[in-house]
């Protein structure tokens, strides 16, 4: 039985800058995606990942067999468009997802040509640099509703028990306005969400009611202006609803707290 992650991806291609201000930023996060292959009890047999950067109408999956790299970041060096990250793709399990969705009865789409956007290549080729595991990419649900990813991630539970690895990438923190107002300043509202998130992720009984009514946390708003970058947490948690949850990453990146959680 495979557990299931929320990481956070990062700012842009930050892990493969040349050295300087914004690589350092995010060396936390960096070194713990480097170790997070040894974390696992065994090589899962395929990773499905749920990303802050696409929404669909209704939950969708690449389907494809060998999906291309969406570079769908803007003002970095060149040499972060060159990025490669030849992981192949596996059709049988977007079929398998989708049959799952509509056991469940959510409705669910598949999209042939759509390439991996950068929340799910650039972390996972820090964590997965040989590539060689097979990977799918699983969209939002346009509405960012708490309730119906939780539901979504329950109904995806049964593959945690054929090897599949379900990652959640976002970011605990998303403010980019706060992100660039500052490293050096002490935020209480950033602070107190992410105790907040900690707390929360760690009660396998509470927890679903917690990530429902996220927005009454310290903090929420200010941490999350929009939930995008939160909500694939909530597809990994429900994965693993009622189950287990612990803090598998804390750390600063741009002077702000950031965690990540494995359940079950």
């Keep these: 039985m495979q557990p ?9 291609p930050c892990f493969f800058l040349d050295p300087g201000p914004m690589r350092k930023a995010w060396t936390e996060l960096e070194q713990y995606l480097l170790g997070f292959a040894e974390t696992l009890e065994e090589q899962p047999r395929a990773i499905l990942v749920i990303s802050g950067h696409w929404e669909e109408a209704r939950p969708t999956v690449n389907a494809g067999a060998t999906p291309p790299l969406l570079f769908d970041y803007g003002g970095f060096p060149e040499h972060t468009y060159q990025l490669t990250w030849p992981a192949p793709g596996d ?10 969705l509509c056991r469940a009865g959510i409705e669910s789409g598949a999209d042939e040509r759509r390439g991996w956007d950068h929340g799910v290549f650039v972390p996972l080729k820090v964590m997965f640099p040989e590539a060689d595991i097979p990977t799918v990419q699983l969209s939002l649900k346009q509405g960012l509703d708490p309730e119906a990813h939780l539901a979504i991630g329950r109904a995806l539970a049964p593959l945690r028990g054929e090897g599949v690895l379900i990652v959640g990438s976002g970011q605990s923190y998303h403010n ?3 992100f660039m107002g500052g490293s050096g300043r002490a935020d209480p509202d950033a602070q107190a969400f992410d105790a907040w998130l900690r707390e929360a992720m760690a009660d396998g009984n509470t927890r679903d009611r917690s990530l429902i009514a996220w927005e009454q946390a310290p903090g929420a708003r200010q941490a999350q202006p929009r939930e995008d970058h939160l909500l694939p947490l ?6 693993a609803s009622g189950e287990p949850g612990r803090t598998a990453f804390h750390g600063h990146a741009l002077g702000k707290p950031i965690s990540g959680f494995r359940f079950g």
């Design 4 to 12: 299931t992650f929320f990481i956070n991806h990062g700012g842009g």
């Design 176 to 178: 980019m306005r706060g």
């Design 234 to 239: 909530m597809v990994a948690a429900g994965a």
């Design 91 to 100: 059709p049988a399990l977007a079929a398998r997802v989708r049959d799952l």
